[in-house]
């Protein structure tokens, strides 16, 4: 994107930008993310700003999404399984800055948080706790030669559980085949808890009105053992 002109605007506008596509292998791997300038009828220089932050694509990669982090913790999940190029932590986080917080998974079998290694895969279903020092869009890389849905073992007590979906989901339906009794999701545009869904809710908590968002991240209780499928692989 280069040269819009924007005329005739109210004094105080938002801007939501988002690029995607293939990068050409031409184009090196660090742009400027963002830049504006606002200009008087003479031309004059009346402002002038430029985004410290980069956006860092790898030439030649397909982003097939974005997901975008709020400074602080966020509660995240990938709706989809990575391509091979770019599903580690090291790969995905490479440009977030954590502050020297690990990013951090929950093993809900032993009931015990976990650090995410860097070659550690990122998995759909899953929730990772990761910090941000400030807001950042992670660029995620969808694998073009998908197989069968994903897969997710969950233990009695709390799981850290992501929707493996296209788009927003009931929980009926993404949490099927268990004995799930309540999810809390993380709200990332919030950065805070939401309001809980319960099985046989009803209200804010009825799963049929309270859907389930891809991309962030759910705590589930459920009774026994059992196992999630994503909607999508």
Do not use: C
Not at 110 to 134: H, N
Request: proline share 6%.
């Amino acid at each position: 994107v280069d040269g819009w002109l924007l005329s005739g605007l109210p004094t105080n506008i938002i801007l939501h930008l988002t690029v995607t596509g293939t990068v050409p292998d031409t184009i090196g791997k660090e742009i400027s993310q963002l830049r504006i300038t606002e200009i008087d009828s003479s031309e004059k220089i009346l402002f002038h700003y430029t985004s410290p932050k980069q956006l860092i694509i790898r030439e030649g990669t397909d982003v097939s999404a974005t997901l975008a982090l709020s400074k602080g913790w966020n509660f995240i999940s990938i709706p989809k399984t990575l391509s091979s190029e770019s599903n580690s932590a090291e790969k995905l986080f490479a440009y977030v800055n954590t502050s020297n917080h690990q990013i951090l998974g929950y093993d809900a079998q032993i009931s015990a948080w976990k650090p995410v290694q860097a070659k550690e895969i990122i998995r759909p279903l899953t929730g990772y706790w990761v910090y941000a020092e400030e807001p950042i869009s992670l660029m995620l890389s969808y694998t073009n030669d998908p197989s069968i849905p994903s897969t997710k073992e969950v233990y009695p007590g709390w799981n850290a559980v992501g929707l493996s979906a296209d788009t927003e989901t009931n929980a009926i339906n993404a949490f099927a085949g268990t004995t799930w009794i309540r999810a809390i999701p993380w709200n990332l545009s919030k950065g805070s808890y939401g309001t809980a869904i319960t099985n046989g809710g009803v209200g804010d908590n009825d799963p049929s009105i309270n859907l389930l968002q891809p991309g962030w991240g759910y705590w589930l209780y459920v009774q026994e053992q059992g196992t999630i499928t994503g909607m999508t692989v």
